[in-house]
C-alpha cells in the first residue's frame, strides 16, 4: 500500500566486507508495466525475486492487509533476534501458520540465522530462496558458498519435515543494477503439513 512497494514482506541482506553475497535485488528499469495494473508481473517488484517463501505455490499479496506482525524482539551486545509472523502475507487458505525468525549472532562467532516454520491444514509444497548477483556454488548437500574471495559466506540449510533441494534461476528483468539476479530456491521436495527451513549464514574462510 505505499508508493514505489515491492511485495518482499520478510525480505533482507547479508553484508561481508565490501560486497553484499546475498540481496534484495531493488528496483527495475522504469516502464509502463512498473506503474501500471502489470506492476506485479515483474518477478523483482512481486516476492519471486525476494528472499522469501513460496507458500503452496503462492506469491504475497498486494496491499496494507499482507503485512506482518511483529512477534518478539530482542536485542543486546552478543545478539539480534526479531520474529515475525508473516502467514497473512499470503492469500493460502490452507495456510495456519508461517513465522520467520532472524538471529543475528555477534559473539563468539558471527553468523546470521533465518528459520521459516511452516504448518498448513493439508499437505502443500513449501520452499524459500536466497537472491544473488554473485557466483555460487553447492559444495555438499545443503551447503552451499555464495560470493567471491574474502567476501564469500557459507551456507547451511536444515530442514524438519522432508528433505529439501536448491533449485537455481536467473532472474529476467531489467534491473536498475544493469545485472541479472540469480535465484536460488530452497524448496522441499514433497509437500508437506509443517516443517521448518533454516538457512545459517556464515563467514566462508
Same mark, same amino acid.
Given at each position: 500500500?505505499?508508493?514505489?512497494?515491492?511485495?518482499?514482506?520478510?525480505?533482507?541482506?547479508?553484508?561481508?566486507?565490501?560486497?553484499?553475497?546475498?540481496?534484495?535485488?531493488?528496483? !527495475?528499469?522504469?516502464?509502463?508495466?512498473?506503474?501500471?495494473?502489470?506492476? /506485479?508481473?515483474?518477478?523483482?517488484?512481486?516476492? /519471486?525475486?525476494?528472499?522469501?517463501?513460496?507458500? $503452496?505455490?503462492?506469491?504475497?499479496?498486494?496491499?496494507?492487509?499482507? $503485512?506482518?506482525?511483529?512477534?518478539?524482539?530482542?536485542?543486546?551486545?552478543?545478539?539480534?533476534?526479531?520474529?515475525?509472523?508473516?502467514?497473512?502475507?499470503?492469500?493460502?487458505?490452507?495456510?495456519?501458520?508461517?513465522?520467520?525468525?532472524?538471529?543475528?549472532?555477534?559473539?563468539?562467532?558471527? $553468523?546470521?540465522?533465518?528459520?521459516?516454520?511452516?504448518? /498448513?491444514?493439508?499437505?502443500?509444497?513449501?520452499?524459500?530462496?536466497?537472491?544473488?548477483?554473485?557466483?555460487?556454488?553447492?559444495?555438499?548437500?545443503?551447503?552451499?558458498?555464495?560470493? !567471491?574471495?574474502?567476501?564469500?559466506?557459507?551456507?547451511?540449510?536444515?530442514?524438519?519435515?522432508?528433505?529439501?533441494?536448491?533449485?537455481? !534461476?536467473?532472474?529476467?528483468?531489467?534491473?536498475?543494477?544493469?545485472?541479472?539476479?540469480?535465484?536460488?530456491?530452497?524448496?522441499?521436495?514433497?509437500?508437506?503439513? !509443517?516443517?521448518?527451513?533454516?538457512?545459517?549464514?556464515?563467514?566462508? $574462510?
Amino acid at each position: 500500500g505505499e508508493s514505489h512497494n515491492h511485495n518482499d514482506v520478510g525480505t533482507f541482506v547479508v553484508a561481508r566486507g565490501h560486497s553484499a553475497p546475498i540481496i534484495d535485488p531493488g528496483g !527495475e528499469v522504469y516502464t509502463a508495466r512498473t506503474f501500471g495494473p502489470h506492476r /506485479y508481473e515483474s518477478k523483482v517488484l512481486n516476492s /519471486y525475486g525476494h528472499p522469501v517463501p513460496l507458500v $503452496a505455490g503462492q506469491l504475497q499479496g498486494t496491499g496494507k492487509r499482507f $503485512a506482518a506482525r511483529v512477534l518478539e524482539t530482542s536485542f543486546n551486545d552478543d545478539r539480534d533476534r526479531i520474529v515475525l509472523d508473516i502467514a497473512h502475507a499470503y492469500a493460502v487458505p490452507s495456510l495456519e501458520a508461517l513465522v520467520r525468525t532472524f538471529t543475528v549472532v555477534r559473539s563468539p562467532a558471527p $553468523a546470521v540465522l533465518v528459520e521459516d516454520r511452516v504448518a /498448513y491444514k493439508s499437505p502443500q509444497t513449501f520452499g524459500t530462496a536466497l537472491i544473488t548477483f554473485g557466483p555460487w556454488k553447492q559444495v555438499a548437500d545443503g551447503i552451499l558458498e555464495i560470493g !567471491e574471495g574474502s567476501d564469500a559466506v557459507r551456507v547451511e540449510i536444515v530442514s524438519t519435515g522432508g528433505h529439501v533441494s536448491v533449485t537455481p !534461476e536467473v532472474i529476467d528483468e531489467n534491473l536498475a543494477a544493469q545485472k541479472k539476479p540469480t535465484r536460488l530456491g530452497i524448496n522441499f521436495d514433497k509437500p508437506v503439513k !509443517e516443517g521448518t527451513i533454516s538457512v545459517r549464514i556464515l563467514p566462508a $574462510a
